[in-house]
């Protein structure tokens, strides 16, 4: 009986190579409940084949192009939020933090005249401040998160009309540094594709180090053939991704950072031992605190971290309109921002999720936005899709949850 369950385990480490591999692995998750990113792409594909077949502009590489920079600025707030619900808890005044750091930008660098780098991390250093203040009180008085950031959105919003004035707007030099950055900068087309190489790269020595360490301590590891299959797919595709948003503008560099922030955040979610401690916290906070892990201190750092992307959403913003004014982190920014990261695929009940799930789920929201806008049907409906989308990426959230708990109780 041994001998045959060993012959299984060879044979099914022996299919684990190459494309079978990949599927299998991808199969095996999704019955043990973990979809993982699969609900959001197969999604994505929904919504682009649908505005696509009503509107042929909508794929177009010129609206594909908008769509990257439009997504940037809310992308990184979700970025923030991914990291506050994987430890259970929410921040509801990431849109009210990302106004009021537009607002002191603008203020600091076109009303006080000092230079944009000042007034950027005057902004940022706020944020981060802001995040500790929110650390204190949920660890020392131990106020749930909903209410101290529900407070946190109406004060600093009314701190952000305070901090306006009277005038209630104040543009931004359309030829300043951050202003190009935001609206006219691009990355070049060799420069891209060399983006390209290296992101696949990247994958290969960063999974093959991973293997590595996983074989050393006796554990099972994706094979090497697995591995160049997997960084061979994304250079394939990111290669076309650059050739075709090549077409019209390109690349924005607005996008590219974005895009830079959500690979660090993976690197320290997955291959750090914060990372590992945060998603500990998320699953069980009393097991993590046991284990050693200073749960009061993760709590603190994602706290720091989502505002601190609160406030570079909150730049990026305002850079991209060339002002801030008292609408700026109003209206649906909050909301687009948690659905954004819940959209991607992180769960409501901690523990669950990446960096990659605010990349995706803001690319889901902002292309509902960018095809209604093109068939010119009224905002309403955009929040009425946006919301189903949100309330099935829940319902998929929940379901796959209680199927892990059935598998391991199985």
């Known amino acids: 009986m041994s001998a045959v369950t060993t012959d299984r385990q060879d044979e099914r480490l022996k299919n684990r190579d190459g494309w079978r591999g990949a599927i ?72 009210s933090v990302s106004g009021l750091s537009g607002a002191v930008l603008a ?16 902004s940022v250093l706020m944020g981060a401040v802001i995040g500790w203040v929110y650390g204190q009180l949920f660890n020392r008085f131990g106020v749930p998160s909903f209410v101290i950031t529900l407070a946190g959105l109406l004060a600093f919003l009314g701190l952000q009309l305070y ?13 300043s540094g951050l202003v190009n950055f935001a609206q006219l900068d691009f990355v070049p087309a060799p420069l891209s594709y060399a983006f390209a190489v290296i992101a696949s790269a990247w994958l290969f020595l960063s999974g093959y180090l991973h293997a590595q360490e996983r074989r050393k301590a006796g554990l099972s590891a994706k094979s090497l053939s697995t591995l160049v299959v997997r960084s061979v797919a994304l250079l394939v595709v990111l290669a076309f991704v650059v050739w075709y948003l090549g077409q019209t503008r390109g690349v924005g560099w607005m996008f590219v950072f ?34 050693g892990i200073n749960v009061k201190a993760i709590f603190t750092s ?38 954004a990261a819940v959209i991607g695929g992180t769960s409501l009940f901690g523990g669950r999720g990446t960096a990659f799930g605010a990349l995706l789920g803001i690319i889901v929201i902002q292309s509902i936005s960018s095809g209604l806008t093109l068939l010119n049907l009224d905002s309403s409906i955009r929040f009425v899709v946006t919301g189903a989308v949100l309330l099935l990426a829940v319902i998929v959230d929940s379901v796959s949850r209680r199927s892990r708990t059935s598998h391991g109780r199985a």
Not at 50 to 75: C, D, H, K, M, R
Not at 80 to 95: H, M, P, R
Not at 310 to 332: C, E, F, K, P, T
């Open 163 to 175: 901090v306006l004035g009277t005038k209630g707007s104040i543009n931004l030099p359309f030829d």
């Open 302 to 339: 994602v706290f720091v971290l989502c505002s601190t992307f609160a406030a570079v959403g909150g730049i990026l913003a305002a850079a991209r309109l060339a002002a801030a004014n008292q609408s700026s982190g109003a209206g649906d920014v909050n909301l687009n921002a948690i659905a």
């Open 258 to 291: 974005f895009v830079a922030l959500v690979l660090i955040m993976h690197y320290l979610l997955s291959r750090t031992k914060w990372g590992r401690a945060v998603y500990a916290v998320g699953g069980n906070v009393e097991a993590a605190r046991r284990a």
């Open 107 to 122: 203020v600091l660098f076109v009303s006080e005249g000092l230079p944009v780098w000042v007034a950027v991390l005057a």
């Open 24 to 95: 299998t692995d991808v199969v095996e998750r999704a019955r043990g409940g973990d979809l993982g990113v699969i609900p959001v792409v197969v999604g994505l594909i929904v919504i682009w084949s649908v505005f696509q077949a009503l509107n042929p502009i909508f794929l177009s590489s010129a609206n594909l192009v908008n769509l990257t920079l439009e997504s940037a600025a809310v992308g990184v707030i979700a970025l923030g939020i991914v990291c506050v619900l994987l430890v259970g808890q929410i921040d509801l005044s990431v849109g």
